[in-house]
C-alpha cells in the first residue's frame, strides 16, 4: 500500500509542476487559479510522502518520489507544452525510469 501511496504522491508532484508552468503562461486570475491548484498538488504531495516514508527508506521513497515526478514533468512538458522529444531526452527518461524500477526491485 505505501507503494501505491507514493506513487500518487509522485503524480501529484507532477501536478504541481505542471501548474506551476501553467501559471508561468497565463495571467491574472487564470494564473492565481493555477497557483492555488499549485499549492493544493505540492501539500497533497508532501503529506503522501510522509505517509509513504513512515514505512519505506526514506533513500529509496524519495528518488523514487523525485523519479516520477521528473519523468512525469518531462512528459507533461513535451506533451502539453511543446517541449522538444529528441532521442537523448528520450533515452535518458528511459534510464531514468528502470532506475526507478530498480530502486523498487531492490527494496525491502
Known amino acids: 500500500m505505501n507503494w501505491i501511496i507514493l506513487i500518487i504522491a509522485g503524480l501529484f508532484e507532477v501536478g504541481f509542476a505542471a501548474c506551476l508552468g501553467k501559471a508561468k503562461e497565463s495571467t491574472g486570475m487564470a494564473a492565481i487559479y493555477w497557483y492555488g491548484g499549485f499549492i493544493v498538488c505540492l501539500t497533497i504531495s508532501m503529506v503522501l510522502l510522509v505517509r509513504a516514508t513512515?514505512?519505506?527508506?526514506?533513500?529509496?521513497?524519495?528518488?523514487?518520489?523525485?523519479?516520477?515526478?521528473?519523468?512525469?514533468?518531462?512528459?507533461?512538458?513535451?506533451?502539453?507544452?511543446?517541449?522538444?522529444?529528441?532521442?537523448?531526452?528520450v533515452f535518458f527518461i528511459t534510464t531514468l525510469?528502470?532506475?526507478?524500477?530498480?530502486?523498487?526491485?531492490?527494496?525491502?
Open 97 to 108: 525510469i528502470a532506475s526507478i524500477i530498480g530502486l523498487k526491485v531492490v527494496s525491502h
Open 54 to 89: 513512515r514505512e519505506l527508506p526514506i533513500g529509496t521513497a524519495y528518488a523514487v518520489w523525485t523519479g516520477i515526478g521528473a519523468v512525469g514533468t518531462v512528459l507533461v512538458g513535451i506533451f502539453v507544452f511543446k517541449e522538444p522529444a529528441d532521442f537523448w531526452r
